[in-house]
């Protein structure tokens, strides 16, 4: 069974550009959760998308966004990128239930210079 | 304050201790709780989920919950150099598949 594939896996963008992060989930899995690490300020969640439609949102600006397409693949966006951006972007792939039957991805790093 | 706390380590200990890690919450809607294992540029990985108060071994690691004192904490027996990771601890309300994280403890085992 194929894992939680992210691409690209690094990446490097200048300040004021806009990145897209793609998620493939697990075969079967309708449920893609995204999540930013940080060395400050940790892993905070960023939205969840279950068939096609966002159900939870963290505390983001909404210079980040995402989408789901019908296959359950996950695209994140950010615009206008900061410094700040810099990060580790991780998704998470659920079937049934809560996260505790999640698997993450090994994530897309992000340097914005 | 943050929902979750955890101990920031760095924690380093010899081969074959017992690890204790640590983590407090605020939040009481908190009902499920994880503890995940993250190696250098990898993704977290899930090792050991609970519901309720009380303790669940599996293998090596051992979760216990106490809802009342509103802490979890996750012990490694025996522990090997392969245990050197970061361990991050995170709690869901219901499954609604937004963790909160704690801050992760780095651990170091020497052989």
């Known amino acids: 069974k194929a894992g939680v594939t992210q691409t690209p896996r690094y990446l490097i963008k200048t300040r004021g550009q806009q990145v897209t992060l793609s998620c493939s989930p697990i075969s079967g899995h309708r449920s893609v959760s995204w999540y930013q690490q940080t060395p400050g300020q940790g892993l905070q969640f960023l939205f969840e998308?279950?068939?096609?439609?966002?159900?939870n949102k963290g505390n983001f600006p909404g210079r980040f966004s995402g989408r789901q397409f019908s296959n359950s693949r996950s695209e994140m966006n950010v615009s206008t990128l900061e410094l700040g951006d810099s990060a580790l972007y991780l998704c998470?792939?659920?079937?049934?239930?809560?996260?505790?039957?999640?698997?993450f991805g090994q994530g897309t790093r992000l340097t914005v210079v | 304050q943050k929902e979750v706390e955890q101990d920031p380590g760095p924690l380093s200990v010899p081969e074959g201790a017992i690890v204790s890690l640590n983590c407090t919450y605020s939040n009481s809607a908190f009902q499920y709780f994880m503890w995940y294992r993250q190696y250098s540029r990898k993704g977290p990985e899930l090792l050991m989920y609970t519901y309720s108060s009380g303790n669940k071994e599996d293998g090596r690691f051992t979760a216990q919950v106490d809802k009342s004192s509103k802490y979890i904490s996750l012990f490694i027996r025996d522990s090997q150099p392969s245990d050197s990771a970061t361990y991050l601890c995170a709690m869901e309300i219901g499954s609604a598949r937004q963790l909160t994280f704690g801050s992760g403890t780095q651990l170091t085992v020497l052989p």
């Open positions: 998470a792939s659920t079937g049934t239930g809560g996260s505790w039957g999640a698997f």
């Open positions: 998308y279950f068939s096609e439609t966002q159900r």
